[in-house]
């Protein structure tokens, strides 16, 4: 009885702690959205066929983060790809990492806040964002995205959107499971 009740008690302090680590990151004093948690590379890659990239297409990768989204957007597939990073470190890293793979007229970094960019002329939004921040960006998404826009959720959904297309990634060689929703405009 007493191991069922720690289990429960713990149950219960990791579920506010998640909880209040949603909100504190939603509502950051440095403007932050998220933390910075890179999205490994095969699943990357899955995000870009799961939204069905072609080059010369315009992407963008939202919180950014060391650009590994964007880089591999340009390098492998030929598009238009844009970042869009408020941490001045990460930001300063990925375009280093651009410009030094030779990728400036493919690939960029923004410095700024995701919330304050028009993404009117996206084909292709990838975004690995808490539900809170998902929130947020909904409204600026259903006013500026053009019809047959795609996005790509990496692990959380839009709750008031019908995904088009889940796909689940058991194990992304790091022992960790994934899912992405493709959501079409």
């Given at each position: 009885?007493?191991?069922?009740?720690t289990?429960?008690l713990?149950?219960?302090?990791?579920?506010?702690?998640?909880?209040?680590?949603?909100?504190s990151?939603a509502?950051n004093?440095?403007?932050?959205?998220?933390?910075?948690?890179?999205?490994?590379?095969?699943v990357?890659?899955?995000?870009?066929?799961?939204?069905?990239?072609?080059?010369?297409?315009?992407?963008?990768?939202l919180?950014s983060?060391?650009g590994?989204i964007?880089?591999?957007?340009?390098r492998?597939y030929?598009?238009?790809?844009?970042?869009v990073?408020?941490?001045?470190?990460?930001?300063?890293?990925?375009?280093?990492?651009i410009?030094?793979?030779?990728?400036?007229?493919?690939?960029?970094?923004?410095?700024?806040?995701?919330?304050q960019?028009?993404?009117?002329t996206?084909?292709?939004?990838?975004?690995?964002?808490l539900?809170v921040a998902?929130?947020?960006?909904?409204p600026?998404?259903e006013?500026?995205?053009?019809?047959?826009?795609?996005i790509?959720a990496?692990?959380?959904?839009?709750?008031?959107?019908?995904?088009a297309?889940?796909?689940?990634i058991?194990?992304?060689?790091?022992?960790?499971?994934?899912?992405?929703?493709?959501?079409?405009?």
């Amino acid at each position: 009885m007493r191991l069922n009740a720690t289990f429960l008690l713990l149950g219960v302090l990791l579920t506010l702690g998640l909880w209040a680590q949603e909100k504190s990151a939603a509502k950051n004093e440095d403007g932050k959205l998220a933390p910075y948690f890179p999205t490994p590379l095969t699943v990357v890659d899955k995000m870009l066929q799961l939204g069905e990239l072609k080059a010369g297409e315009r992407m963008y990768d939202l919180g950014s983060g060391d650009g590994r989204i964007v880089i591999l957007a340009a390098r492998k597939y030929k598009a238009d790809a844009t970042g869009v990073e408020l941490d001045d470190a990460l930001y300063k890293q990925s375009a280093q990492r651009i410009k030094t793979l030779g990728l400036e007229p493919l690939a960029r970094i923004v410095h700024g806040d995701l919330l304050q960019q028009d993404y009117s002329t996206s084909d292709l939004l990838t975004i690995y964002l808490l539900p809170v921040a998902i929130e947020k960006v909904t409204p600026i998404f259903e006013k500026q995205l053009k019809k047959g826009a795609r996005i790509v959720a990496h692990d959380f959904e839009f709750p008031k959107w019908t995904a088009a297309k889940i796909l689940d990634i058991d194990d992304d060689g790091e022992g960790r499971s994934h899912r992405l929703y493709l959501y079409r405009r």
